[in-house]
């Protein structure tokens, strides 16, 4: 079953997808959000169709002390529409520091500030889809 993560930003989305047994996550793709959630559902359905997704996890910023913010409520918004525009189950997966973790690995990894701009949102959604996948593995 491939999964796919969404990293939700204000200008960028951030896209990963599962390997075909549930198991690993890979960055697939930055988008550029249109501002308009129907439209950003349509760029995302054709990676869905393209990649044979079956299960969509949007990342859920929540408040260091677990509350749910402006933010948050994007997101739970922004995930009931997905599930109703692609048709598919649809989870949210808290994502507390999903990008200051994205951006730690790649200041390691020497990448420059240009290039981790880049890449920044895809590698937010690889983290939180990686520990979505960890967590269903150790359910079973």
Known sequence: MRIMAIDLGEKN???AVSDQLGWTAQGLDTIKSTG???GDLDKIKELVEKYEVERIVVGLPRNMNGTIGPQGQKALDFAARAARHLNLP???WDERLSTAAAERLLINADVSRVKRRKVV????ASIILQDYLNARVKKT
């Open 13 to 15: 989305i951030g896209v």
């Open 36 to 38: 308009k959630i129907t």
């Open 90 to 92: 649809v989870d949210t």
């Open 121 to 124: 949102d895809k590698m937010a």
